[in-house]
């Protein structure tokens, strides 16, 4: 299968930057994924499409404020941290710039030395290990130095850094937010909980490796980035419940799907307890085992998410409604409008 089976034009000018004044306003296209169908909402309307017994599966992660800014203790040059993935301890996988100042044994300091950084070790992509000193509770010393590391095609300057997390948002480990869930007012979801609608919980930790685009002309040669997941014994009876009594299982954003999905294929087509890493790859051909619909954002050109929506809706009714969404001035990726396939 092709990349450019999954290209489509998309004008620039459509990447929004910065994120709507009240959440739940942003546009909506429902797509029926059996004919294609599109109609166009308003987002805080969704309820109108959710039926009493169904399940809203949202990714409770919180995003980290990953990116810090120091200096070298030896020459006093600014070197840019991003923190990747946590390892033992105080140990983190890292992006660096620029690199190639930073060798093994390299000190850094941030915030005139309420953090303090060691290199450790090098990575074949060019990243770097760091182990971090600091004095109390390393999430609260991150949350006072760190930035948000916002998408690359974000170019503006966030003012409120909540704004990028969800309002749902309770599991620091993500370096990007689950952006479907972006949409979601804590008064949306108790209207939502109002009609009989139940709501369901998964973790999985967002990496920058879904930013990485698609190297590969076959796509099946893609290989996908792993994250780390986990799913309550709560949640698991309640997925199993909602299906058993006909219910359908609508996930928010591809981070729940990919979940779900992962749980799904291990344990035929039921829903059990556990964690892990997931680096499953889903693209047309694909037989869904977990979900029923699924509620998106608007996706990179090419990218392994749209990949992954046009196995549950069909790429020709995708590429379809993302064409009209191009026409309408829809807005893209991050801070822009949703989708919701159903």
Known sequence: MKLDLFDFYLPEELIAQVPLNNRSDSRLMILNKETGELKHE???HITEYLREGDCLVLNDTKVLPARLFGVKQDTGAKIEVLLLKQREGDQWETLVKPAKRIKEGTEIEFGDGLLKAVCTGT????GRIFEFKYDGIFYEVLDQLGEMPLPPYIKEQLDDRDRYQTVFAKEPGSAAAPTAGLHFTKELLT???AKGVHIAFITLHVGLGTFRPVNVDDIEGHEMHSEFYTVTDRTAR????VRKKGGRIITVGTTSTRTLE???SANNGNFTEGSGWTDIFIYPGYE???IDGMITNFHLPKSTLIMLISALAGRENVLHAYKTAVQERYRFFSFGDAMFII
Not at 238 to 241: P, Q
């Open 262 to 264: 992962t749980i799904a």
């Open 123 to 126: 990575e074949e992509h060019g």
């Open 191 to 193: 209207e939502v909980k």
């Open 42 to 44: 308003v987002f805080k």
């Open 288 to 290: 869904f085992k977990a």
């Open 238 to 241: 309640l997925l199993n419940d």
